[in-house]
């Protein structure tokens, strides 16, 4: 790396965490010069210091939530990546179903929450539905749309070989969508994790969520938004390893 | 031995669309033959029926004495076409071997490598697509039409998207893969649009008319082989240049 790139580098990192840091401490001596009551919006140090002070237990909710988010994450892209190789081969199918996708993709997720928990129990089974519904989504459109975006003459090259269609599909057409289902499966890592939050909110006794929602029942503004910055980091982790997977396996993939 | 290639009366057209009108030539053993028309004169279309990728609406075809399917099975046709189209996942030598893995073929493990030193990158093997000019792409793509050791190579403009100098220099080097020792391949087919290019390759150019494409003229080109750069200066070499561009301009 050249000692420009070097430089550059260190600028885009610079340049946003003094920002970071300059916010936190206006913010900080704001609060304590205008003495803004703590159920509002309380001090940074406060919240760094009940962030430290109850790490375990908040990593402990976070885990769930990740799990949770996870699972239901790898359940819908599973499903939505078959659903994607029908509908790209038969058209047929694709516009018998289609609307239904639709549907199912414009009900929002927060009135669907608790038909899921009466469905699937206030445990996490429902809060995995809930992740699983939103982020099934992405991965379907994309594919589709991956799929079908072969270049013609490529698919003339192996048409005059006369390829199977099964070797066209290993060949071309599935290494081709690679690329349109990472970015798909990078937008549902952060949706799921949404997902699972929304589904804590309808009824749960562990989770980010429920952190959140019971802090805010006794008015614990400091507890609550610890939670906010774990739900954060737990969507931003997901992502980050979507995206270290996605720079392995796409790797001619210029960014 | 009849002609390698035989064309009667091929028409085709899409809904109202007339795209090709009574095409007929012949193309012989160990021919090298240019189409050159205008673009969107069907010049490809053709291609493709010959190489049985599309059914002409009207005609016949006789390839080596048998329809093109048969030709297909048998692995007869080599393509190579405008673009590389190289498998960006696959390094150089792995797009070469492509379609030796397609037709389950372990015979020959030695031949992409071979292939790839022929078209002068036998130190790109493991190199991907992207890292490679556009004109060391098309000699891989050329290396991949040989893997298979076709009889007939069909190219539809190869080299249209290259710069002058690289496009010289790879019309050279066609014509010595050709016509090497050990080549397979008996009869090329070439698309091009430019004048001098089918010329300068070719044993007979074919000038197909604006769309509806039918066969204007048929110019055969007794220039000595091997051809070299300093034919492009011969009186004779001008004059068939000026012959066909006068023939185009007819239109």
């Known amino acids: 790396m050249s000692k420009k790139n070097i430089k550059g580098r260190l600028k885009q990192v610079l340049i946003p965490t003094s920002l970071f840091f300059l916010i936190i401490i206006v913010w900080e001596l704001v609060i304590s010069i205008i003495h803004y009551p703590e159920y509002l919006l309380p001090r940074p140090s406060v919240i760094f210091n009940e962030l430290v002070i109850n790490f375990d237990s908040l990593l402990y909710h976070t885990g769930i939530t990740l799990l949770e988010a996870v699972i239901g994450f790898v359940i819908a892209n599973i499903l939505a990546f078959i659903i994607a190789v029908v509908f790209a081969h038969s058209k047929t199918i694709k516009t018998g179903l289609h609307p239904f996708v639709i549907a199912l993709q414009t009900t929002p997720i927060i009135a669907m929450a608790p038909l899921l928990v009466l469905w699937f129990g206030t445990d996490i089974g429902s809060k995995i539905a809930a992740a699983a519904l939103v982020s099934f989504f992405p991965t379907i459109v994309n594919g589709v749309k991956g799929l079908k975006s072969v270049d013609d003459e490529a698919l003339d090259l192996f048409k005059s070989l006369s390829a199977t269609k099964w070797q066209i599909f290993t060949k071309l057409k599935f290494p081709n969508a690679l690329p349109y289902f990472f970015s798909a499966l990078k937008t549902s890592a952060t949706l799921s994790v949404i997902g699972a939050i929304v589904g804590e909110f309808v009824g749960a006794n562990k989770g980010i969520g429920y952190v959140i929602l019971v802090s805010t029942y006794h008015l614990q503004t400091v507890k609550m938004f610890t939670g906010i910055i774990m739900a954060a980091v737990a969507g931003m982790i997901f992502f980050w390893l979507v995206a270290m997977i996605e720079k392995k396996i796409v790797f001619w993939q210029k960014s | ?251």
């Open chain 2, 1 to 251: 031995m009849g002609p390698i290639i035989s064309v009667r009366n091929i028409e085709k057209h899409y809904d109202n669309l007339n795209v090709l009108k009574k095409i007929s030539f012949d193309i012989e053993e160990g021919e090298f033959v240019s189409i050159l028309g205008p673009s969107g004169c069907g010049k490809t279309t053709l291609l493709k029926i010959l190489g049985g990728l599309i059914q002409p609406s009207r005609g016949t075809l006789v390839i080596k004495g048998g329809s093109v399917k048969i030709a297909r099975e048998r692995r007869e046709f080599g393509f190579v076409f405008q673009k590389p189209v190289l498998l960006p996942w696959r390094t150089v030598l792995e797009n070469t071997r492509l379609p030796l893995e397609i037709l389950g073929r372990s015979d020959a493990p030695e031949m992409p490598a071979n292939l790839l030193k022929l078209v002068g990158l036998e130190r790109f093997g493991n190199f991907y697509p992207n890292e490679l000019s556009g004109g060391m792409q098309q000699r891989v793509a050329i290396a991949r039409a040989l893997s298979f050791e076709p009889s007939i190579l069909l190219m539809d403009e190869p080299f249209g998207a290259l710069d002058e100098v690289t496009r010289d220099r790879l019309n050279l080097e066609l014509l010595r893969i050709w016509k090497k020792e050990k080549s397979t391949i008996s009869s090329i087919l070439f698309i091009t649009h430019s004048v001098p290019e089918s010329v300068f390759m070719s044993d007979k150019v074919i000038v197909l008319s604006d769309r509806p494409g039918s066969v204007q003229q048929i110019v055969d080109i007794d220039l000595p082989r091997p051809r070299t750069t300093k034919m492009k200066y011969s009186k004779k070499y001008l004059e068939l240049v000026q012959c066909l561009r006068k023939t185009l301009k007819e239109d």
